[in-house]
């Protein structure tokens, strides 16, 4: 097979007429040769850092949506379904993904539960991480978001690193916010990436440290702007992730909207390139071609080096997309779960109090992390609910592995005027999330997730959305497509309902992850980023 086409050569920094020939499976040559043809030739993208599980996908699934944009491998944290299902769920995702072309690069998942402060359904101890690190489906020790782990040299903490040096394999950060002296011995104890960084100054420090600095765009976190200035000078050093990508954002685009982004302002196409496309490779060691006389013939055919439409996608030597169309074949899978409650009652949700104030999670449009704030308590017959008028929701986590009373919260941002949203996906323990405006709202969203044996769903006392998600309560048993289309249904249900968030069910689902600041709310407690303790909701 040969291709033709102005081949981008990223390393040399130069781009020609040229043609490639591929034979099984591998670039057999790589010539300048004259032509017409005006479409560019260059090496796929790779996403540095995702949890496939947020696109509440299968792998197989997700490989269908990706290859449309152009992108022929992941780095990918199994660290959603492990905190469900445990080792068992890393090799469902390993297994699941081999039946694709796309190349899934998955990691141990190094914080299994991510903390001790909330339940999971799974623990994954160093001894684990020893049998995963073993294998060679896994390339990386997956972020370590045990940073005061680190800091203070928890042994087993400590034990999980030692085992991914001893295989001679990466380790990810976590580490939002962290500089100074204690950033410094994070780096020291061998993580090498951070995809958390919020602010300039934050991510310039750790690249001046030595630290690879990953810009994150996702459904929820988007950190591009903050962050993308940075790479003129720094572009050896840095990579472009998604992390959390819901499915209709996944069938607009990928890795390939951060390159126009970036080349939109003026950006060098070619350190652009290095970022998306070859660092990676280098970094976690991955199976994936760069382009190269030998090398797999994983690559890409654009329309150009502004907008990069892509006209066609090859891993392998393959055709798995062209021109919007997927060719990646469905493929069957089970769907494990582990959903072990039953239904709740209104009274589960009732706070009793007679408090003045209270502790609010506020959180924040675009971002992982919230503040807290106090606002004045709003009580009918004793019991603590939602005050619309301020936007101060009743939010609740249910412990979904068993039955246990419900941890009550209040949040600001959500803007429901009526009506509730909930989901089973909650990072990182998944348990069951939600944020309403009245406590009969608040139950039967829940009781519909749990019905589904897991999902995300949107009620307004009359009418109910739902994509239910039984693999592993966390992913749909549905096509891409499909799952696009009833998440895209329930998130304008919930904008109706008053959501003036650009993504109110990714926001949701980090409202329960304690390990990123300030407060969060687990299926124990209301608990505190900044002190790693729980908190009182009543303030006085």
């Known amino acids: 097979m040969q291709i033709q086409g102005q081949i981008v050569d990223i390393s040399n920094r130069r781009i020609y007429s040229g043609e490639i020939t591929v034979e099984n499976g591998k670039i057999t040559a790589l010539v300048e040769k004259q032509h017409e043809v005006k479409t560019y030739i260059l090496p796929g993208f790779i996403d540095a850092h995702i949890h496939i599980e947020s696109s509440m996908l299968v792998p197989s699934e997700f490989a269908k949506l990706a290859v449309l944009h152009g992108t022929v491998a992941t780095i990918s944290d199994p660290h959603e379904i492990a905190n469900v299902l445990g080792v068992d769920g890393v ?9 694709v072309p796309l190349k899934f690069h998955f990691g141990a998942p190094s914080c299994v539960p991510a903390t001790s402060f909330e339940s999971a359904g799974a623990v994954i101890d160093s001894d684990g991480i020893a049998a995963l690190m073993a294998s060679p489906d896994i390339y990386y ?19 999980k690193i030692e085992w991914a040096q001893h295989f001679n394999k990466p380790v990810d950060g976590h580490a939002p916010g962290l500089r100074g002296e204690p950033i410094r011995k994070y780096i020291s104890a061998g993580i090498t990436t951070d995809h958390e960084c919020f602010t300039f100054e934050e991510a310039e420090e750790k690249l001046s440290l030595g630290m690879k600095v990953i810009i994150r765009e996702g459904s929820a976190a988007k950190n591009f702007e903050a962050l993308i200035d940075l790479l003129p000078a720094h572009y050896e050093n840095m990579m472009f992730c998604s992390d959390d990508k819901h499915p209709d954002d996944l069938i607009v685009g990928h890795i390939n909207l951060l390159c126009a982004r970036a080349v939109a302002k003026g950006m060098d196409v070619f350190k652009v390139l290095q970022a998306a496309c070859i660092n990676p490779i280098h970094h976690y060691k991955m199976n994936v071609g760069f382009l190269n006389t030998n090398d797999a013939a994983d690559f890409i055919v654009v329309e150009d080096l502004v907008d990069f439409k892509v006209l066609k996608t090859y891993i392998n030597g393959e055709l798995v997309a062209e021109n919007g169309t997927s060719f990646v074949k469905e493929v069957a899978f089970e769907t494990p779960n582990n959903f072990n409650i039953s239904a709740k009652n209104v009274a589960d949700f009732c706070v009793p109090s007679a408090a003045t104030k209270i502790r609010v999670i506020e959180a924040l449009e675009g971002q992982l992390i919230t503040n807290e704030i106090h606002h004045k308590a709003l009580l009918i017959d004793g019991n603590l609910i939602s005050d619309t008028d301020n936007d101060i929701l009743k939010m609740a986590v249910v412990n979904r592995y068993q039955n246990e009373k419900p941890a009550i919260a209040f949040i600001k941002n959500f803007g429901l005027k009526k009506g509730a949203i909930a989901s089973s996906v909650a990072h990182d323990c998944h348990n069951i999330v939600v944020v309403g405006t009245s406590d009969e709202a608040i139950c039967q969203a829940v009781n519909l997730i749990i019905e589904n044996r897991g999902g995300v769903c949107a009620v307004n006392g009359t009418e109910n959305k739902l994509l239910a998600l039984p693999v592993g309560g966390i ?21 109706d309902l008053g959501s003036q968030l650009k993504a109110p069910f990714m926001t949701l689902s980090f409202m329960a992850l304690l390990v990123i600041p300030d407060l969060k709310l687990s299926d124990k407690g209301l608990f505190s980023g900044k002190s790693f303790s729980f908190v009182d909701l009543e303030v006085e």
């Open 91 to 99: 090799f469902y995702m390993i297994e699941n993904g081999k039946k």
């Open 141 to 159: 020790l997956a972020e370590m978001m045990n940073y005061p782990g680190v800091l203070f040299d928890d042994a087993e903490v400590m034990k």
């Open 475 to 495: 992913m749909s048993d549905k096509s891409g497509w499909e799952a696009g289309r009833l998440y895209q249904e329930i998130d304008a249900m919930a904008k």
